[in-house]
């Protein structure tokens, strides 16, 4: 029997693992629609509903024009106007509030003057990210009242979007979505599928085979490249049924750019499989790559915002290379010439894990 036939009775075995486990098949068609589904709502990095106190102590027209700017603002829930500061610190420290804005006495009067008054901001930073963001919204309301005496000339500000001109946040998280369905999918199958075999004893006929180990490797593979490409069409499907949203760039790059990323999670896979004894054991282990480099990717913070040692371990992460990747595609409408140093990096990383994961299978013949 000749390697390529061999090779072509191990995939369809494969195929029928799959196939007659009442699981797997499920899960492969729910899980991507419910990601695509569920997650671009969830998986917002816009801060809404920030609670606000405020502490007027002018009581003119001018500081009830901003109080009225923040009230109507989408941003915010206006809490109400409090007598004093220490009220609205109470607040706070009760949870009711997430910022306070006082605005101090004689601030229409500077305003007219053309002084700068000081308008106090004090967010609660137990939710950074919330604090933060909520004080730099607060910071443009302010300051767009202040120059609203200033001539139209002055105060105009012009801004252009490139890209994702409407500021859709789902447009930006649809690519990391598909980073994130493909590292889960083609990641831990293949991780289960050895040491389910080993498990199961199956591993020990194989193992008396003269079959060589790329071809048992190859149709370990093969079959999680084709779900990959599955879950990539029924994703960018339900993006453009769903959301109107569709990509940019060249298709063939983005299924260029799943099916190298494909190759390197299923063959980290399967050497974590090689070895390891138990169940258990495999999952734990992918665990812990898979959060280091998703997190460590610049999936959701920019990756020049690391510290410099961290920064570093994105030469060698290819989920960064991916997501950069996958973006630029996506998001900008991109060209291979654009990414052409992300693909050859992915594919160098990907070829060294598939030779890793033939060479660590020890078979015993």
């Known amino acids: 029997m000749t390697a390529m036939k061999t090779l072509k009775f191990l995939i369809r075995k ?28 969830v ?18 027209t001018r500081s009830q024009q901003l109080v009225h ?9 206006f809490n109400g106007q409090m007598p004093t500061y220490q ?17 101090p006495q004689h601030y229409s009067r500077d305003l007219t003057q053309g002084k700068q008054p000081q308008v106090l901001i004090a967010a609660n930073a137990v939710n950074g990210t919330k604090g933060a963001m909520g004080s730099a919204y607060l910071t443009q309301i302010v300051t767009a009242n202040a120059m609203a005496n200033i001539s139209s000339i002055q105060s105009r ?29 083609c990641g831990f199958l293949p991780t289960l599928n050895i040491v389910g075999e080993k498990e199961a004893g199956t591993i ?61 999670w299923s063959s980290f896979g399967l050497i974590i499989s090689n070895y390891s004894d138990t169940m258990q054991q495999a999952i734990f282990v992918m665990w812990f790559f898979v959060v280091l480099m998703l997190l460590l990717s610049g999936l959701f913070t920019p990756t020049r915002s690391m510290p410099d040692w961290a920064y570093a371990t994105t ?28 693909v050859l990096a992915l594919l160098g990383i990907s070829s060294v894990m598939a030779i890793w994961a033939v060479k660590s299978y020890k078979k015993n013949s």
């Open 204 to 264: 020990e006929q194989i193992n008396v085979t003269p079959v060589p180990k790329w071809a048992f490797i190859l149709a370990k593979l093969i079959p999680y490249w084709m779900i990959a490409l599955f879950v990539i069409v029924v994703c960018l499907l339900l993006s453009w049924l769903i959301y109107g949203i569709t990509c940019q760039g060249p298709l063939w790059l983005v299924f260029l750019l799943a099916m190298v990323l494909a190759l390197f």
């Open 315 to 342: 030469y060698v992460n290819p989920m960064h290379y991916f997501v950069d990747a996958i973006r630029t595609v996506f998001v900008r409408g991109g060209g291979l010439g654009s990414i052409a140093h992300q």
């Open 43 to 60: 998986m917002n990095m816009e801060v809404k509903n920030v609670i606000v106190d405020v502490v007027d102590n002018d009581r003119s």
């Open 157 to 185: 500000v012009s801004t252009l979007f490139l890209y994702n001109k409407g500021m859709n946040f789902k447009v930006f998280m649809i690519p990391a979505l598909l980073a994130i369905v493909l590292m889960l999918m």
């Open 87 to 103: 009220d609205a610190l109470n607040d706070i420290e009760m949870s009711r509030a997430d910022i306070v804005v006082v605005i």
């Open 14 to 41: 494969e195929f029928l693992q799959i196939r007659r486990n009442a699981f797997l098949p499920r899960l492969i068609i729910i899980f991507p629609i419910m990601m695509m589904c569920v997650m671009p709502w």
């Open 69 to 77: 700017s923040i009230e109507a603002s989408n941003y915010f829930i």
